[in-house]
Nanobody, 124 residues
Framework: QVQLVESGGGLVQTGGSLRLSCATS????????MGWFRQAPGKERVFVAA????????IYADSVKGRIAISRDNAKKTVYLQMNNLLPEDTAVYYC?????????????????WGQGTQVTVSS
């Protein structure tokens, strides 16, 4: 059974930090890219960050550059999203996803497996 389980979300004040985790099971992890996306209330889901299979290539959405860092631990089959200096506009449900290839893409259609999401709320 394929599972991607996000954790680490919660309520934080503006300027605070959170570290999201996405633990996977039932799928091959180390050979595939991973990504994080988010969906704010009333808006479409959008790209946040992605990492290739080895961790050697990382991309970020312009809106989070300098504040968010994606990383992965292939031995633990887990991908992380360290979020610093959080802003109210970062409030969203955050989803992790496994790419269909070794590349970490910014396109949702390039991902074949998705988690259920974890809520991040940033208060002003």
């Amino acid at each position: 059974q394929v599972q991607l389980v996000e954790s680490g979300g919660g309520l934080v004040q503006t300027g605070g930090s959170l570290r999201l985790s996405c633990a996977t099971s039932g799928l091959t992890f180390s050979l595939y890219g991973m990504g994080w996306f988010r969906q704010a209330p009333g808006k479409e889901r959008v790209f946040v960050a992605a990492i290739n299979w080895s961790g050697g290539t990382i991309i970020y959405a312009d809106s989070v550059k300098g504040r968010i860092a994606i990383s992965r631990d292939n031995a633990k089959k887990t991908v992380y999203l360290q979020m610093n200096n959080l802003l109210p506009e970062d409030t969203a449900v955050y989803y992790c996803a496994r790419s269909r290839t070794t590349i970490g893409s910014d396109k949702q259609e390039d991902y074949g497996y998705w988690g259920q999401g974890t809520q991040v709320t940033v208060s002003s």
